[in-house]
Nanobody, 124 residues
């Protein structure tokens, strides 16, 4: 069965960095786009970033553009989110999600499997 397991969250200071990982299993990882989304306390789910199945193209929400970088290692069945210049408003539960095909999209309803999430807290 499909499994997505996020890790790497924690407490960071404003301006700091964290690197999230999402280990995937149960499907042909290299055939599917992957995405990261987040949910801040009391708010809805927000799409953050997406990457094509072969890593050839990436997309970012305006709120993280220039600060976050998505990447993937298809040999390790893992997708990453490098988060730099963190802000308190980045505090959220971060999820990775499996796309329905090779093409990345910002539409959350096109992702069919989700991990349990990893908490990121940005505070001094």
């Amino acid at each position: 069965q499909v499994q997505l397991v996020e890790s790497g969250g924690g407490l960071a200071q404003p301006g700091g960095s964290l690197r999230l990982s999402c280990a995937a299993s149960g499907f042909t990882f290299s055939s599917y786009a992957m995405s990261w989304a987040r949910q801040a306390p009391g708010k809805g789910l927000e799409w953050v970033s997406a990457i094509y199945s072969d890593g050839s193209d990436t997309y970012y929400a305006d709120s993280v553009k220039g600060r976050f970088t998505i990447s993937r290692d298809n040999a390790k069945n893992t997708v990453y989110l490098q988060m730099n210049s963190l802000k308190p408003e980045d505090t959220a539960l971060y999820f990775c999600a499996k796309g329905g095909g090779r093409k990345a999209t910002m539409r959350l309803n096109e992702y069919d499997y989700w991990g349990q999430g990893t908490q990121v807290t940005v505070s001094s």
